[in-house]
């Protein structure tokens, strides 16, 4: 009987699941690798860390199911990159879509040729993606690199030997054409580069073999984490929208037709050749959550949680905690933007800090779903929280108030793992996502107890986050530390 494995190369360490093809789960494993932030706007991770972690879970995973046939499909982060050489070696670190670096060559590209991206590639101009870094790689690396790659795709290549893409990956990068289904010319030409610098676009479907340690391996090409954790909750169509809150936060929902924002704020991404999935993601959440929890004392996030927000209603205050941290994607796409505090008095608390960091993780999301729902035009049948942080009783309570009625799976960390099983499944065995979705666990519905009185505060202050949000988004300058001369 052949098993299905789905590998998460994510961005705090790789995760695999093993299920049959009704999605039984035979096997969970992860592995940890770390992120540095070498500079202020710089978020890059080590190529080979990562590539020996998915070594050792596949070898572990291997020896686990020595004699059964193993198909592995793989999703990974998105707007990842790095430069290689000619052979392959790394020259580069991975750098990671929280990084903002390249702010300038975006600006650059904003003013020159704004109407050469969004229209054609479904991705706002911004320093996550590719344009950008690519300008900001060739301008400090010069001509050592030979190819541009993701993480999925170096592994990959360490694999198989051969430099390969899928349709989900490489539409995050902003230099696909998501009309004409291939890297997009003009944008190539205005970054300097060619088609021999980038690997070979393939479906998501796109089957191969490889061995590790004497194991035969099967591997599915796969597609993004973002995607494949809407397939993990059977968030299947348009009818539901899928809210991530984990190291970023997301919104998106699948749709079979290509869907644009006049705003240009929404993206569009390629599932594959027939599927798409719009939606906005943010950086603020767990990460940033990660570093007031440092700053403020405690061993943790979820331990500053705990001790602050212990239930909901709970003790309201008057302070707003901006939380762009790492500058921002969705909804201000401003990379230089920073956090601020709000409304700080001497009868604060570190708890006060704390709650208002954690509403701020919230009130974003909920910007981002009210623009997401703008562009669908109506709202979902369904609402469903995914993500570490996401599945918290606390965070789905709030989202309650916030939001409305929101669906979970408990338990459900695997989500993007198993969506992975679930596209190699429909690969391998012609088995449709409807009827693969039947097989996962119920959604359970939350209706929180609203408290009329505590809901009146959270949505007041939730509008006056964004009042501050958008002033500090259209007026924020980062102070450099050096004295201007006085006339």
Known sequence: ??????????????????????????????????????????????????????????????????????????????????????????????????????????????????????????????????????????????????????????????????????????????????????????????????????????????????????????????????????????????????????????????????????????????????????????????????WVADVLGYDDAEEMISRCIPEVPYRQNEIIYIPTMMGERAPGYNESLRGLLYGVSLNHKKEDIATAAYESILFLLKMIYDDVVRVRGDLPEKIIATGGLGLSEIFINLLCYLIGDIGFIPGHEQNTAIGACMMGIKEIKDIDYEALASYLPEVNMRHADIDAGFKRYLIEKYERFKEIYNLLSENYEVFNGQAKEVN
Request: glycine letters at 8%.
């Open 1 to 290: 009987m052949m098993l299905f494995a789905g590998l998460d190369i994510g961005t705090d360490g790789a995760r695999i699941a093993v299920t049959d093809e009704k999605l039984n789960i035979k096997y969970t494993n992860s592995i940890k690798y770390s992120t540095k932030s070498p500079m202020e706007g710089w978020v890059e991770q080590n190529p080979y860390e990562i590539y020996n972690a998915v070594v050792d879970i596949l070898r572990n995973t291997g020896l686990k199911f020595s004699c059964q046939e193993l198909c592995v499909t793989f999703s990974s982060t998105m707007h990842n990159i790095m430069g290689v050489d000619d052979k392959g070696a790394c020259i580069t670190p991975l750098i990671i879509w929280a990084d903002t670096r390249a702010r300038e060559e975006k600006l650059y590209l904003e003013k020159t040729f704004k109407d050469l991206f969004y229209k054609y590639t479904g991705c706002p101009v911004h320093s996550t993606y590719w344009p950008s870094k690519i300008l900001w790689l060739k301008k400090h690396y010069c001509n050592k690199i030979a190819r541009y790659v993701s993480i999925k795709e170096y592994i990959i290549y360490r694999l198989t030997g051969r430099w390969l893409t899928d349709l989900s990956v490489v539409s995050t990068s902003g230099i696909f054409n998501i009309i004409e289904k291939c890297y997009d010319k003009n944008i190539l030409e205005v970054l300097g580069i060619t088609e021999e610098n980038l690997s070979e676009v393939v479906s998501a479907g796109y089957s191969f073999d490889f061995i590790l340690e004497g194991k035969n391996f099967k591997g599915v090409m796969g597609a993004t984490d973002g995607v494949l954790s809407n397939l993990g909750v059977g968030a299947v169509n348009r009818d539901a929208v899928v809210l991530t809150a984990g190291s970023s936060s997301a919104v998106r929902y699948l749709d079979r037709r290509m869907v644009l924002d006049d705003e240009r704020k929404t993206w569009c991404y390629m599932v594959d050749e027939k599927l798409y999935a719009v939606g906005e993601a943010t950086n603020s959440a767990g990460l940033v959550l990660n």
